[in-house]
């Protein structure tokens, strides 16, 4: 060991030494042969990051005003370009999507996901192919999602139970925490088997993950910051997995047990969980006997990437739609008009019901358009280098899609851009699933989301039931246009305050009647 005396020295010039080394490479780096996209000038070492603020999609959507849609920047060390306009979104996520389809590497994913091989985060290639046709077959087709309609009836049925008792006493309900809880409960239950264990709390790593997830990490854009771990995120992610590890670890045990069980006893519920685990030691590709073998990591990775992703998205979108429909009378008061024409005052909307629910397919979309819980999706980075357009895209450069300023661009949406008025989607066939690049919540393309239909079922029951069963009302006569409408940025973009509101049940029948009042 060093003396303590020597010791600080050392680390200062280790420390010059880096910082020396860094600005000589990135002025090596900004001399390429091709034309880059315009953009800001950047400082030594940090680039433009110190541009970007606490919201990120607002910055980069003033910085585009200026120099246009496809946009450079230097993150730290990191080559990077925004894309700001449906226009350029299509030649990256359409007619260059092969080029630009892997994500970057990044030290919390490294630890979340075990080392990349989970679906969210993987780099590109045959390993991320294979596990996302398997996710989107085996998982997220349409039949499965509908296999866990019954849960999410039930889990529903409970949460508007609950909702009734609060209205009994008027009290003011906290409607950002309790449809957070219930999506999360529907979420576990769905690929884990169980919403609640007293033996530990997975929900409760589950929002650590989330919060180092879309933590801001200096040290994935200047790297060799990362040794210093600087704002101990590496210490916190270490932590999490390990414990979030162990859960797992137990509870597939448990799965195994009680599949054994299962296979002499009759019947349970298949998880997402039960599903994966039935594939262990099979080739992930089945036309390949000789590839890849799913592993119980490759299992831990997959199912905590499902839960990541499932979560936040569909809860935060479901009260995004609450809060405009509270702002809205008019709006809340037509989707109600719908839903008692369509499914009357005796019964609960249901699933089946959704295809005869067009407004509340428009307000949903309004809501996405505005508020894309991803506002800039989730990064891609370039895999060679590319021209497009004209312009010169280096190899390893990280993409960033603003999908919320393409949301709120008034050429793009007219002067009412910044409203929320479902009725623009009238008489137009604007798709929301990534093939009009107008509107691109869910992203596009190759890596685009494959969970959108299990997301927009579970955001259109959710809605669809609480506006079917209650009146809603701000606390303390606040009147619609005080509810604040900022926002967060991180994993998702959540409200930045939560959504209180007072409940009044407005269907026939009694409390705790189950799905059918009638
Ligand atoms: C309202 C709900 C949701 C929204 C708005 C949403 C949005 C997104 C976005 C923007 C991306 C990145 C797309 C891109 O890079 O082009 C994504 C990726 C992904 N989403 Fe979703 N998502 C939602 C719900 C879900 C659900 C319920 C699941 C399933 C469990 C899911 C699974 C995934 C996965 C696995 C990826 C990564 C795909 C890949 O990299 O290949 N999402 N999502």
Redesign the pocket.
Known sequence: MLPQTLAIPTTLLVIFIFILSAVVLQSKQGQGNGKRPPGPKTRPIIGNLHMLGKLPHRTLQSLAKKYGPMMSLKLGQVPTIVISSPETAELF?KTHDIAFAS?PKSISANYIAYGGK?????EYGTY?RNM?KL?TLQ??AASKVEMFSPLRSEYLGEFIKFLQKAESSREVVDLTDMVGDLIENI?FKM?LGRSKDDRFDAKNLVREVLILAGTFNVADYVPWLGVFDLQGLVRRLKKVSKEFDEVMELIIKEHEQSSDDNEENGQRQKDFLDIFLALTNQPLDPQDKQGHVIDRTNIKAIVT???I??TD??A??AEWAMSELLRHPRVMKKLQDELESVVGMNRKVEESDMENLPYLDLVVKET?RLY???PL????ECREDVTVDGYSIKSKSRII?N?WAIGRDPKVWSDNAEEFYPERFVNNDIDIR?HDFQL?????????????Y???T??KIVVAQLVHCFNWELPLGMSPEDLDMTEKFGLTMPRSKHLLVVPTYRLAGEVGMGNSLG
Do not use: Q
């Open positions: 996520l994500r989970g679906l969210v985060f993987s991320w996302r996710c998982l997220l979420t690929i990437s499902m839960i992703a499932a998205t569909s935060t979108t996405l894309p819980v991803a999706l989730v990064p891609r899609v999908a990534g691109i919540p869910f992203g596009s393309g190759r890596r685009g989301c494959p969970g959108i299990l997301g927009l579970t955001v």
